[in-house]
């Protein structure tokens, strides 16, 4: 019983449940993403920002001062963060003064970027796709007191590959949390869904499997809960049940009521004036005719306490052991004289009525 319950219940509700529970994590793992990302690239930009503002100044100084040793060390600097993927440092003339590149150190470098900074004089931050994929181009222009234009520019490269493996990481551990919050749900919910929804139907199905259909009580327990909602509806189900069998006749009595009335008509017919002794299958008489009677009354007697004679009652024991067999004899009933005719009906006849006695007066002597 229970396994047929967990295959028809838990399967699908198990189902349902981990559906809607994966559903609602890869939504809010997809905004989470999404937030974390425009975070990440937020602080990218504020970095960058912050290069523009100051880090250009530190490294204009060192090319008006020509001081290659305080160049490096600030480039090294910036070469050291993670998200820096190249630095180049050119001057007014788009000459290269620096790169970790030896051989592009003197050329001349034509980039769109470098020259709207070497004109403007304001920074410049553009997002590209590369090889290396997603990242960030700024271009600083380096300016100095005492003249208006820029001495030239900084170009750094930044990479979104960084973030991109944060937010990768984010959510390896954001599955694996969830693979275990999965796998700890589903038991629990199995777990108590035993024990507060197939416990209680199983209870259920023993309860209407221990009715007895011909004492019903109505004994369901009728708890506060959903359960106890249905054991209510059980309970007045059973109640309608009771009324309407009580209600009702008896099972076979309109039926031999029927036949008592139609054997009657037959023997009327047959033998006119005639008393009639119905009896059934427990010698009970069922109906006498009396001696002037035109309807039966239902006597309800035992038929062997109504019969005094001798006579009669040897008659009668003789029918009883040769059933559908006539015995005719003259007997006395009830202090008169009668030639009386009976016929135990055989028991493999389907009939309430089981003895038939006809008693026709005969004149007395």
Same mark, same amino acid.
């Given at each position: 019983?229970?396994?047929?319950?967990?295959e028809?219940?838990?399967g699908?509700? &198990?189902?349902?449940?981990?559906?809607?529970?994966?559903?609602s994590?890869?939504m809010?793992?997809?905004?989470?993403?999404?937030?974390?990302?425009?975070?990440?690239?937020s602080?990218?930009?504020?970095?960058?920002?912050?290069?523009?503002?100051?880090y250009?100044?530190w490294?204009?100084?060192?090319?008006?001062?020509k001081?290659?040793?305080?160049?490096?060390?600030?480039?090294?600097?910036?070469?050291?963060?993670?998200e820096?993927? /190249?630095?180049l440092?050119?001057?007014?003339?788009?000459?290269?003064?620096y790169?970790?590149?030896? &051989?592009?150190?003197?050329?001349?470098?034509?980039?769109?970027?470098?020259?709207?900074?070497?004109?403007s004089?304001?920074?410049?931050?553009s997002?590209?796709?590369?090889?290396?994929g997603?990242?960030?181009?700024?271009? &600083?222009?380096?300016?100095t007191?005492?003249?208006?234009?820029?001495?030239g520019?900084?170009?750094?490269?930044?990479?979104?590959? /960084?973030?991109?493996?944060?937010?990768y =990481?984010?959510?390896?551990?954001?599955?694996?949390?969830?693979?275990?919050l999965?796998?700890?749900g589903?038991?629990?919910?199995?777990l108590?869904?035993?024990k507060?929804?197939?416990?209680?139907?199983?209870v259920?199905?023993?309860?209407i499997s221990?009715?007895?259909?011909l004492?019903?009580?109505a004994?369901?327990?009728?708890?506060?809960d959903?359960?106890?909602?249905?054991?209510r509806?059980m *309970?007045?189900?059973?109640i309608?049940?009771?009324?309407?069998?009580? *209600?009702?006749p008896?099972?076979?009595?309109?039926k031999?009521?029927?036949?008592?009335l139609?054997?009657?008509?037959?023997?009327?017919?047959?033998?006119?004036?005639?008393?009639l002794?119905?009896? =059934?299958? *427990?010698?009970?008489?069922?109906?006498?005719?009396?001696?002037?009677s035109?309807? =039966?009354?239902?006597v309800?007697?035992?038929l062997?306490d109504?019969?005094t004679?001798k006579?009669?009652?040897?008659?009668?024991?003789?029918?009883?052991?040769?059933?559908?067999?006539?015995?005719?004899?003259?007997?006395?009933?009830?202090?008169?004289?009668?030639?009386?005719?009976?016929?135990?009906?055989?028991?493999?006849q389907?009939?309430s009525?089981?003895?038939?006695?006809?008693?026709e007066p005969t004149?007395?002597?």
């Open positions: 019983m229970m396994k047929r319950l967990k028809s219940l838990i699908p509700i &198990s189902l349902i449940t981990l559906c809607i529970i994966v559903m994590a890869v809010m793992q997809g905004f989470l993403v999404w937030q974390e990302q425009r975070i990440l690239e602080r990218l930009r504020e970095k960058a920002t912050f290069i523009n503002n100051f250009s100044y490294v204009a100084d060192s090319l008006v001062h001081d290659d040793v305080a160049l490096q060390q600030i480039i090294t600097r910036l070469e050291q963060d993670p820096v993927v /190249s630095i440092v050119i001057d007014n003339h788009k000459e290269v003064r790169s970790v590149d030896s &051989s592009k150190i003197g050329t001349v470098w034509e980039d769109p970027l470098v020259n709207n900074a070497l004109q004089g304001d920074g410049i931050a997002t590209t796709k590369g090889n290396n997603k990242a960030l181009i700024l271009v &600083s222009p380096l300016k007191q005492g003249q208006s234009a820029p001495i520019a900084v170009r750094i490269e930044f990479t979104f590959s /960084s973030i991109q493996n944060q937010i =990481g984010s959510m390896m551990r954001f599955l694996q949390l969830l693979v275990g999965l796998i700890a589903v038991g629990l919910m199995i108590f869904f035993q507060w929804v197939l416990y209680p139907l199983f259920l199905k023993e309860m221990s009715l007895n259909p004492a019903l009580e004994n369901f327990p009728e708890t506060p959903e359960f106890g909602q249905v054991h509806a *309970n007045d189900f059973i309608r049940i009771k009324a309407d069998y009580q *209600n009702q008896l099972p076979g009595t309109e031999a009521g029927q036949e008592r139609l054997t009657e008509e037959i023997l009327k017919a047959f033998l006119p004036g005639t008393r002794l119905l009896a =059934g299958s *427990n010698n009970q008489v069922v109906s006498d005719t009396g001696e002037s035109d309807a =039966g009354t239902t309800q007697a035992h062997l109504l019969i004679d006579a009669f009652g040897a008659l009668l024991s003789e029918a009883f052991q040769q059933e559908g067999s006539t015995m005719r004899g003259a007997v006395t009933f009830q202090d008169k004289l009668y030639q009386a005719i009976i016929w135990r009906i055989p028991s493999s389907p009939t009525i089981r003895t038939i006695i006809a008693l004149a007395q002597k």
